[in-house]
């Protein structure tokens, strides 16, 4: 098992650098989906009430360095405030004077909030001095940024090694995600069913492999299963389709893994285009998951944010939160279906992890999980 240090065991109060994932979805400066902003109070709550000051900080989308206005944190500052009932301030930039003098100046409970850590090349580059910048901004160190926990980046890996090592912790958030997602990987009890689909296999296909030595059978939809039927030789028409990812594709189809994988009987087709599984896969899919006794689900059967082609992705959440199972979803776009579906509070455990809840449960170390790990067993 793995154990994380928790925030029980830092000398508080104390102020806290507080590293979420608030990479959430915006259509504009609207906020689609606050799950993460939301699945932060609890820790946010302890630590104010301790007399915490909290220097809160995270990335927003990919401005690859460079600052962007698009991927500004502003917006979440505004619902955050709203989320707390409390002000929340604010510094135009996570390094220098400003972020620095505000930091110092909050009182007990009060909470500031970075600017975008990605507006810095440092952050990706995993840089020592751009993690020693952020280090002066506080005495301990909380981790919630599961979503990001896969990446080795500066303010997830580099900067809680500056740290004394009694000074860092996962908060709530991490902790319950690492409990809920070892459930899945520590199978016990069969058949496990994973459903895997979104647009692309590039960048997943590492955790592809494993989970198909891992689950007893594994559902493909969304853009993912093009490329595995264009894999099988068959011409899916103008259909998206990962060129590259046709031999991996292969590989896995005609590999002697553990699990079965099933790629959809039918399609809902658009102008030559596969934009949502068809009936008959419903509900073979449907039929596999209502026997399952561990379900992980990552990303949608469709392009589900269009009425027409949200069928599919509604029919298998439904049958997700039916399943007499352990049940957990991960990814931004499949925790949104199965909250707009209704279900949400059906599944076991919704993981604010996309990529980062895929690689946990193929078995990946994860380096913001690794940094925080104390004597498992
Ligand atoms: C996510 O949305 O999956 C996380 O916030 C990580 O974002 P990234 O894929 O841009 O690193
Ligand atoms: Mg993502």
Redesign the pocket.
């Known amino acids: 098992m793995i154990r994380i240090k928790t925030i029980d065991h830092l000398p508080l109060p104390a102020r806290v650098f507080y590293r979420v ?1 608030y ?1 959430v979805p915006l259509e504009g400066a609207r906020i689609a989906d606050a799950t993460r902003i939301e699945e932060t109070l609890r820790t946010l709550r302890i630590l104010r009430e301790k007399g915490c000051p909290v220097v809160i900080a995270s ?1 927003l ?2 401005p690859k360095g460079e600052r962007k206005a698009k991927y500004s944190l502003e917006p979440v500052r505004a619902r955050l405030a709203e989320l707390l009932s409390a002000d929340v301030q604010w510094a135009s930039d996570c390094i220098g004077d400003e972020a620095r003098q505000k930091a110092n100046s909050l009182l007990p409970g009060q909470v500031l909030l970075l600017e975008n850590l990605r507006f810095h090349a440092g952050e990706e580059a995993n840089d020592d001095a751009f993690a020693h910048e952020l280090h002066e901004l506080a005495d301990v160190y909380v981790n919630d940024a599961f ?2 926990c896969h ?1 080795a980046h500066a303010s997830i890996d580099a900067l809680p090694r500056l740290f004394p090592s009694d000074r860092i912790a996962g908060g709530l958030l991490l902790a319950r995600e690492i409990e809920f997602l070892q459930k899945v990987t520590n199978v016990t009890e069969r058949p496990f069913v994973a459903l895997l689909g979104g647009a692309k296999i590039a960048g997943k296909i590492e955790p592809l492999e494993a989970l198909v030595r891992l689950a007893d059978t594994v559902l493909i939809g969304g853009g993912m299963a093009n490329t595995f039927v264009a894999a099988k030789g068959v011409a899916m028409g103008a259909s998206l389709v990962d060129k590259g990812s046709i031999d991996v594709a292969g590989r896995i189809l005609d590999g002697n893994a553990r699990a079965e994988v099933v790629l959809p009987a039918d399609f809902v087709v658009d102008n030559m285009l596969a934009l949502d599984i068809g009936p008959r896969t419903e509900s073979e899919y449907a039929a596999k998951i209502a026997g399952a006794r561990i379900v992980f689900w990552n990303g949608p059967m469709g392009v589900f944010e269009k009425e027409a082609f949200a069928k599919g992705t509604m029919a298998v959440a439904r049958a997700v939160a039916e399943a007499d199972a352990t049940t957990v979803v991960g990814g ?1 776009e499949s925790v949104e279906a199965v909250k707009s579906s209704g279900f949400a509070d059906r599944i076991t455990h919704i993981s604010t ?4 809840s895929l690689e946990f449960i193929a078995g990946e170390a994860l380096p913001g999980v690794e940094v925080l790990r104390t004597g498992d067993q």
Do not use: T
């Open positions: 994932d990479n990335h989308g990919r979503g990001a990446r931004g992890g996309g990529g980062a």
